[in-house]
């Protein structure tokens, strides 16, 4: 059964860096497309950041230059470095993993949810 | 950017009726790239539809979705007291870039 559980996140101040991680089970992450997708309280949702198969990394212009994704293949997980973080960026985080040869994601899992205040 | 615009806002309707929601993109956007979800309060998303027309494992074939370059829809045939629910399309272009419809609240009439 495909599960992906993130964790990581809280209550941090304006400034400062946080690492959300998103453990997978039943499928391997670096065998799939995985992204991070944020949902803003009481707002729609926005897509964050993507990582491929090969590697390669991609991310919304609102995150740039901020905020890294990465797995460790060892672990089997997925990761999101968040620094300078900004009230704007309270949200839960959502990690999801892209269907092949589609541009949707099948799998999500039950979010973390962040809040950025002093 | 691939802006998703997604019509009416809010939908009421009863138990029974058909939906039929909305979603224009502002580029043309490929066939195996525009999905439906749904979202309930308190849950993650829940894909519906991918590749604009096909249903997602265990979805209802009440759900159906067509369309093609700049427009796609989302039918409910049959509207069942759990589908009641916020609704969003979304679609991948290059370079990279998942980009989600604003949503569409379907509440009971």
């Known amino acids: 059964e495909v599960q992906l559980v993130e964790s990581g996140g809280g209550l941090i101040q304006p400034g400062r860096s946080l690492r959300l991680s998103c453990a997978a089970s039943?499928?391997?992450?670096?065998?799939?497309?995985m992204s991070w997708v944020r949902q803003a309280p009481g707002k729609g949702l926005e897509w964050v950041s993507v990582i491929y198969t090969a590697g390669s990394t991609y991310y919304a212009d609102s995150v740039k230059g901020r905020f890294t994704i990465s797995r460790d293949n060892s672990k089997n997980t997925l990761y999101l470095q968040m620094n300078s973080l900004r009230a704007e960026d309270t949200a839960v985080y959502y990690c999801?993993?892209?269907?092949?040869?589609?541009?949707?994601?099948?799998?999500w899992g039950q979010g973390t949810l962040v809040t950025v205040s002093s | 950017e691939n802006v998703l615009t997604q019509s009416p806002g809010t939908l009421s309707l009863s138990p029974g009726d058909r939906a039929t929601l909305s979603c224009r993109t502002s580029?043309?956007?490929?066939?195996?790239?525009l999905a439906w979800y749904q979202q309930k309060p308190g849950q993650a998303p829940r894909v519906l539809i991918y590749?604009?027309?096909s249903r997602a494992t265990g979805i209802p074939d009440r759900f159906s979705g067509s369309g093609s370059g700049t427009d796609f829809t989302l039918t409910i045939s049959r509207l069942e007291p759990e589908d009641f629910a916020v609704y969003y399309c979304?679609?991948?272009?290059?370079?990279?870039?998942?980009?989600f419809g604003q949503g569409t609240k379907l509440e009971i009439k």
């Open positions: 039943g499928f391997t992450v670096s065998s799939n497309y």
């Open positions: 590749g604009t027309s």
């Open positions: 979304q679609q991948y272009s290059s370079p990279p870039r998942y980009t």
């Open positions: 580029q043309s956007v490929s066939s195996n790239d």
């Open positions: 999801a993993r892209g269907r092949p040869n589609y541009g949707d994601y099948n799998y």
